[in-house]
């Protein structure tokens, strides 16, 4: 752009002063030019003009022509040189102004342009802050919610292990108990002491550390001799996964959350108790034929219709064919206590032994030491009805032979007293006040039983000192019929009521006899094995014994 006005301006004298004293060469060269701007149309006009007379030049010779020419023609162009110079200079000032323009709009521009970009860059940065903050932010709040999320488990975990413990609290008691009792308890207490009786099976339970519908521990006795522990865990422990587990008396849960499998204890074979021989299937075995006198070949020995066991029952000699009681006959002696003020009567050949010098816990032996009936007395401080009591009794007693467990009523023989007999138990309880009466027919469960039907004779006979002088009357006068019997341990626990409600005249002269040997006197010298054998009272005939009808005192 530069060298366009400027250069030519000052080369143009130059070229003045040259072209009139330097080469024809340049003056050729001035012609051309001459020539070519002629060509342009520039100088056209000028050439014809000489031929008018108005230029006094042109009628000057013609050779003269190339000097003034020199000076003429020049001339000529630099008047419309003049021009064109203006218009360069015009269109050198436009393109000057127009580059100046351009530059200072492309000045502006980048200008523009750099506060955009600016700008820009300003947004970005702080755009790419707040990002950063809110990164800070979210990384901050992950890193509380780590926290309290290991801080929550750190406390599930903690609550997961005291479960374990609670889990081996309760198995180890439950073990205690089972030791003592041979079975598991019905429920468990879910929380504090657990105690039975005198026996603590655990100091303290603790309930489980949340303690909501869903945490708790259920323990739940599915046998005897099984039972379920339902325990959920948050998170779990060790083997012990998170969720529900139910634990059982074969998975002993050890503190590091491993679980054991305990062998299953074989199941104790218990014996089946067999009766000694009957040889004439009368019920009474032939043991007990010889201690009451009777044939152990006729199962009716006095031929009355009554078997002989049956008579026995009634506290009646089988060999007498006129009525006559044991006691009459001098069967049985009588024990009587009048500390305890009760009494029973007991084989002649048994012997008598008493354990409490009061009374209150006597045994009678037979001729096989290992066979004796066992009387006791025993606290109903509670004065459950007889059946809690019997039930909470028997509840954890230790089986010796295999058994069913059934219940009875039995009433004594003079209708003083009800009691309840568990005939596969062969045990009879008698409830007077806040005392229970019981008898127990003791035994070597692996060898045949010979005194079953003695047994219930003791039962029949017990009798309370204070009870029985009041009650023969009342019982004579409605429903006694002899021929009632205990029921025997064979499950015949029928509803059967008396049918015989009225009195037949022999029934009357039973009933006298009856209270003649209920109402009858203690002895003075009060002599336990001193046999009161009265020659009177025998019935004439021995016909009121029915035919042994089992008679339901259970609907008392
Ligand atoms: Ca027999
Ligand atoms: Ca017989
Ligand atoms: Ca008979």
Redesign the pocket.
């Known amino acids: 752009m530069n060298p366009l006005g400027g250069g030519e301006q000052s080369n143009q004298p130059t070229n003045k002063s040259v072209r009139m004293h330097v080469m024809p060469d340049n003056v050729l060269n001035q012609e051309e030019l001459y020539q070519k701007v002629s060509k342009a149309g520039q100088v056209t006009e000028v050439k014809e003009t000489p031929g008018k007379p108005l230029t006094p030049p042109t009628p000057q010779p013609a050779p003269q022509t190339p000097p003034p020419a020199m000076f003429t023609r020049p001339s000529a162009p630099a008047t419309s040189g003049g021009k064109s110079k203006k218009i360069i200079i015009i269109v050198i000032v436009l393109l000057i102004f127009a580059g100046s323009a351009f530059g200072a709009w492309y000045w502006w521009s980048r200008r523009q342009g750099d506060d955009a970009n600016l700008a820009e860059l300003e947004r970005i940065a702080e755009e790419q802050r707040l990002a950063e903050e809110l990164r800070l932010a979210e990384e901050q709040k992950a890193a509380e919610e780590a926290e309290k999320l290991a801080e929550e488990n750190r406390q599930k975990e903690e609550r997961d292990r005291q479960r374990i413990n609670d889990v081996i609290a309760r198995q180890e008691a439950l073990n205690l108990y089972f030791e003592k009792n041979q079975m598991y308890p019905e429920t468990l207490p879910e929380s504090g002491e657990w105690k039975e009786g005198e026996t603590v099976y655990a100091q303290e339970l603790k309930a489980d550390p949340v303690s909501d519908n869903d945490h708790k521990y259920v323990y739940a006795r599915a046998t005897e001799k099984s039972y379920t522990l339902t325990v959920r865990f948050e998170i779990g422990f060790n083997k012990i996964s998170a969720g529900v587990h139910i634990f059982n008396e074969l998975q002993k849960v050890k503190a590091d959350g491993t679980i054991e499998t305990v062998e299953a204890l074989p199941e104790p074979e218990l014996p089946t108790l067999e009766s000694a021989l009957d040889?004439?299937t009368?019920g009474?075995s032939d043991e007990e034929?010889a201690l009451y006198k009777?044939?152990?070949?006729?199962?009716?020995?006095d031929a009355d219709t009554y078997?002989?066991a049956l008579e026995i029952k009634n506290l009646y000699s089988?060999s007498n064919t006129a009525p006559q009681t044991l006691m009459e006959a001098g069967l049985v002696s009588e024990f009587i206590s009048e500390g305890q003020s009760y009494r029973l009567l007991y084989p002649v050949s048994w012997k008598m032994q008493k354990i409490d010098a009061d009374d209150s816990n006597v045994i009678f032996i037979s001729a096989n030491p290992s066979e004796y009936v066992e009387f006791k007395i025993e606290e109903n401080a509670g004065e459950l009805a007889l059946s809690s009591w019997v039930k909470l009794k028997m509840t954890g007693a230790p089986l010796k032979f295999k058994a069913t467990y059934s219940e009875e009523i039995i009433e004594n023989k003079d209708k003083s007293l009800q009691g309840i007999l568990l005939p596969e138990f062969h045990m009879a309880f008698f409830a007077d006040g806040n005392k229970i009466y019981s008898l127990t027919y003791q035994f070597d469960p692996t060898k045949p039983l010979s005194y079953q039907t003695t047994f219930l004779m003791f039962a029949k006979s017990f009798r309370l000192l204070a009870k029985e002088l009041v009650l023969p009357e009342e019982s004579a006068e409605g429903t006694a019929t002899e021929g009632e019997s205990v029921v025997e341990g064979e499950g015949e626990a029928t509803e059967t009521s008396t049918e015989e409600e009225t009195t037949t005249p022999d029934e009357e002269a039973f009933n006298d006899q009856l209270n003649e040997f209920f109402s009858e006197a203690l002895p003075d010298e009060g002599a336990e094995e001193e046999i009161p054998a009265e020659e009177g009272g025998v019935p004439e005939a021995s016909g009121e014994l029915d035919s042994g009808e089992e008679v339901d005192t259970g609907t008392l």
């Open positions: 040889t004439d009368d009474l034929e009777s044939d152990i070949n006729v199962s009716d020995s078997e002989d089988p």
